[in-house]
């Protein structure tokens, strides 16, 4: 019996290490394959590799791009914003901006609810880019009551008390902002809507009234769900309802 669990530890080791090399030696292949501008063989590669359950930043990043190239939008900002979700990189942001500066709907945020408003701002940053800064804001406001405590000049320690009670309120803020983030993130009830051109309607019905007409890449927060249908709200405010099979999750 110990033999034979010993054996069996010992196959499913040696198929994990072979699984790993060969998601390793596929992305390889995919990111040379988009080396070489031969962006559909890069998109197969990459996919097959997300469905062995196998995820990353980078895995991500790179799919985003080949999307691009594409001229695929909605699947770029989809999968730019999964990057960010894992790792929230300067890069990133840059090309989801330039993505996002290509989409047809140019949605602003004026006709949003408070609650979506608030939610729209703190999803800038993600939860690790807010709790970076609230790192940086609390050591900033340590550094200034410590020149205030000890600082020899009297401009030094009126600087450092100065620093030192703004620094409060704003480390208090952010952390909440970071929090705030971390359950967005969680459950976030986001997604980016993949149709290159769809109606919004009135009612979770194909022949429902229509709204206005949506295309790619516009977020969505999803609120509830009837059948295959979704009541979605967009970031300007407006509310309808969409099938599920025009969108994808973040």
Do not use: C
């Amino acid at each position: 019996m110990n033999r034979f669990f010993l054996l069996l530890v010992l196959l499913m080791f040696n198929l994990s290490v072979e699984s790993q090399e060969s998601v390793a030696n596929n992305f390889t292949t995919a990111n040379i394959a988009y080396e070489k501008q031969d962006f559909q063989k890069a998109i197969r590669i990459y996919e097959d590799i997300l469905t062995t359950g196998t995820v990353s930043a980078e895995l991500f990043y790179n799919l985003a791009n080949s999307y691009y190239q594409q001229g695929a939008i909605g699947k770029a900002i989809l999968y730019y914003e999964k990057s960010l979700l894992l790792n929230d990189q300067e890069d990133t942001r840059y090309n989801l901006n330039i993505a996002r500066s290509q989409q047809l709907d140019q949605l602003s945020s004026v006709g949003a609810t408070p609650v979506q408003w608030w939610n729209n701002m703190v999803q800038k940053f993600s939860a690790n880019g807010w709790t970076l800064l609230m790192i940086i804001m609390l050591w900033g406001t340590i550094a200034g009551w410590i020149l205030w405590l000890v600082g020899k000049e009297r401009t030094h320690r009126k600087r450092g008390f100065t620093a030192g009670i703004i620094g409060i309120p704003l480390v208090l803020l952010i952390a909440f902002i970071a929090n705030t983030a971390t359950s967005l993130e969680a459950n976030s009830g986001r997604a980016i809507l993949l149709e290159k051109e769809i109606d919004l309607r009135i009612s979770p019905d194909p022949k429902g009234q229509v709204l206005s007409t949506l295309h790619e890449g516009v977020k969505l927060n999803l609120l509830e769900e009837i059948n295959d249908w979704y009541h979605v709200r967009l970031i300007n405010g407006d509310q309808g309802w969409l099938p599920e099979s025009s969108f994808e999750r973040i």
